[in-house]
């Protein structure tokens, strides 16, 4: 097909010659020619159900998608099933989405995100309003300030300006792997080493350079004294 429509937009054959030399019918040829075949552009077809949404509109809900994200209010696999039915219906675009519900499938969620590889379902993390007002651009920018001004003052260089970040967990896992069991079973168990388990804080520095303060870095226990 890419070479009949190549040599026929190129002037050096006829529709009858690309008919008799590549064995395409010149019907096929016109709709190809004229880009009036729905599941063809050019020399290419696209195999299987179109689209709900041209690439167009996927695109603008994408960025409508990262924006919720941008904001710390992110959408859920439901939210954007929920947003694809709503556009759809608000703007009269054809769709097989279920009304009663009024949310797309699954299935369209699945191919949707296979089409947009720059999206991805994320485990966010909590962000509190104090830290959320407090950065902004007024004070990331009296910030960064003070900090060259000390820096220029004590000569400072990166080795010495480190970034500490605690996390905390529990002796006892919270979650467990999924493990193979007899299908069909209702449940499975796991063994734990407790009901209730004691909360441990790691606590690691690094500098802007990269160096780290502590090679394991630092364990709080609770109600324990280590020397």
């Given at each position: 097909?890419?070479?009949?429509?190549?040599?026929?937009?190129?002037?050096?054959?006829?529709?009858?010659?690309?008919?008799?030399?590549?064995?395409?019918?010149?019907?096929?040829?016109?709709?190809?020619?004229?880009?009036?075949?729905?599941?063809?552009?050019?020399?290419?077809?696209?195999?299987?159900?179109?689209?709900?949404?041209?690439?167009?509109?996927e695109?603008?809900?994408?960025?409508?998608?990262?924006?919720?994200?941008?904001?710390l209010?992110?959408?859920?696999?439901?939210?954007?099933r929920?947003?694809?039915?709503?556009?759809?219906?608000?703007?009269?675009?054809?769709?097989?989405?279920?009304?009663?519900?009024?949310?797309?499938?699954?299935?369209?969620?699945?191919n949707?995100?296979r089409?947009?590889?720059?999206?991805?379902?994320?485990?966010p993390?909590?962000?509190?309003?104090?830290?959320?007002?407090?950065?902004?651009?007024?004070?990331?920018?009296e910030?960064?300030?003070?900090?060259?001004?000390?820096?220029?003052?004590?000569?400072?260089?990166?080795?010495r300006?480190?970034?500490?970040?605690?996390?905390?967990?529990?002796?006892?896992?919270?979650?467990?792997?999924?493990?193979?069991a007899?299908?069909?079973?209702?449940?499975?168990?796991?063994?734990?080493?407790?009901?209730?388990?004691?909360?441990?804080?790691?606590?690691?520095?690094?500098?802007?350079?990269?160096?780290?303060?502590?090679?394991d870095?630092s364990?709080?226990?609770?109600?324990?004294?280590?020397?």
């Amino acid at each position: 097909m890419e070479m009949a429509l190549t040599a026929y937009k190129s002037g050096v054959k006829s529709l009858s010659e690309c008919n008799r030399d590549y064995g395409i019918s010149k019907a096929t040829l016109l709709r190809h020619i004229r880009n009036t075949n729905k599941t063809a552009k050019g020399s290419r077809k696209v195999l299987g159900r179109n689209p709900t949404f041209n690439k167009e509109i996927e695109k603008l809900l994408c960025h409508h998608i990262l924006e919720f994200s941008w904001g710390l209010f992110g959408l859920t696999i439901r939210d954007v099933r929920r947003l694809a039915f709503d556009l759809a219906e608000k703007n009269s675009i054809p769709h097989q989405f279920n009304k009663e519900k009024r949310a797309a499938g699954k299935k369209w969620y699945y191919n949707f995100m296979r089409r947009n590889e720059n999206l991805s379902l994320r485990q966010p993390e909590s962000t509190t309003l104090n830290l959320i007002k407090g950065f902004n651009k007024q004070n990331i920018t009296e910030f960064f300030d003070l900090l060259q001004k000390l820096c220029d003052t004590h000569k400072i260089d990166a080795t010495r300006i480190f970034n500490m970040d605690e996390s905390g967990f529990s002796t006892v896992a919270k979650k467990c792997q999924r493990v193979i069991a007899l299908k069909g079973v209702r449940a499975v168990g796991s063994v734990s080493s407790g009901e209730r388990g004691v909360n441990t804080t790691a606590v690691c520095c690094v500098s802007a350079a990269g160096n780290k303060d502590y090679n394991d870095g630092s364990y709080i226990i609770d109600h324990e004294n280590l020397k």
